[in-house]
């Protein structure tokens, strides 16, 4: 099992957004000293949900100043994108990262940001699948020709390639079963929100190996995309759970008021109240050592974890 942090970077109305990336920037620079194996940014757009719209140029900063940590995108939204004009931006980090770029992609995203980017949302799982296929192609370093239902491209060479072979690791948010099929179907690994119980993921993980199975993929090759997979979790070191638990409670229920906001932009155009408190979260892998206290992790980390064991649902 790995471990690595996610940052959604919310911003409190205390807060300026100069002192939510200032507070995000020294937290992803204490991972890799700390010995975390990764540090995901996630994508969101107009509202204090979010505020990296853009996480390969983030990541391109910590590119710079780091040298193991790997740089996930958590999620890029790719509906939301050009799949050729993200599939250049990624290749352009992983060159400059030497090949330690990972890449979530999902179709979250408001209403607003539907509108906004002028994509249909009642097309956003055919445009994941369709763009994943054209990424792909973009990153074999050949020419190619590609038709599909919302882009096509004719003798189209993208460059640079990017440093990983085939190319970079991909990864699908799958945070419903439709989202957990579609990811079996094209033989990539998940990513899981810590809102999805644990029994859940177990079910889920039945579904996966189902659709898989059903896709003509080999017990082989799914038990080690199984081993691929992240989960998120969230997590706080304290002395005991009292201190825990009096700690976390505000800015945990300040996201859960935040999250219940962002969910009426599903259904509306209008941007989402000003929220309330900065967080960001962690992901993981085996070699984490209670480092969850060390300096400028927050008090409300949550954990987010691999598993190299195909029966180990807490990291799947």
């Not at 995203?109 to 192609?137: C, H, M, N």
């Amino acid at each position: 099992m790995d471990f690595g942090l996610f940052f959604l970077m919310q911003r409190d109305e205390a807060w300026s957004e100069q002192r939510v990336y200032d507070s995000a920037l020294e937290q992803m620079l204490a991972a890799e000293p700390l010995g975390y194996h990764s540090v995901w940014i996630a994508e969101h757009h107009f509202n204090d949900y979010g505020l990296c719209p853009t996480p390969p140029v983030l990541a391109s900063f910590l590119a710079a100043r780091t040298r193991t940590l790997r740089l996930g995108m958590g999620v890029s939204l790719l509906p939301l994108h050009h799949p050729v004009d993200l599939a250049e931006q990624l290749a352009v980090l992983d060159v400059v990262s030497d090949g330690r770029l990972d890449v979530g992609i999902g179709r979250g995203g408001t209403l607003q940001d539907y509108q906004t980017f002028q994509s249909d949302r009642e097309d956003s799982r055919w445009r994941v699948e369709e763009g994943i296929a054209l990424i792909q192609k973009c990153w074999s370093g050949q020419p190619f020709d590609f038709t599909g239902r919302f882009h096509s491209a004719e003798q189209l060479h993208v460059r640079p390639r990017p440093v990983q072979r085939p190319h970079p690791p991909l990864f699908i948010a799958a945070n419903s079963e439709d989202s957990v099929r579609s990811a079996a179907r094209l033989g990539l690994p998940t990513l899981s929100s810590f809102f999805v119980p644990i029994a859940e993921l177990a079910r889920r993980r039945s579904v996966y190996r189902e659709e898989a199975l059903s896709a003509e993929r080999s017990e082989s090759e799914i038990d080690a995309l199984e081993q691929q997979a992240w989960g998120m979790r969230v997590v706080h070191i304290a002395e005991s759970r009292e201190e825990a638990l009096r700690l976390t409670e505000a800015p945990f229920m300040g996201y859960q008021q935040r999250m219940a906001r962002l969910s009426l932009c599903w259904l509306q155009p209008s941007p989402v109240p000003t929220c309330a408190e900065s967080d960001s979260t962690a992901a993981t892998r085996p070699a984490a050592s209670g480092s969850g206290r060390g300096r400028g992790i927050p008090a409300h980390t949550s954990l987010q974890s691999r598993a190299h064991q195909s029966g180990q649902c807490q990291g799947w």
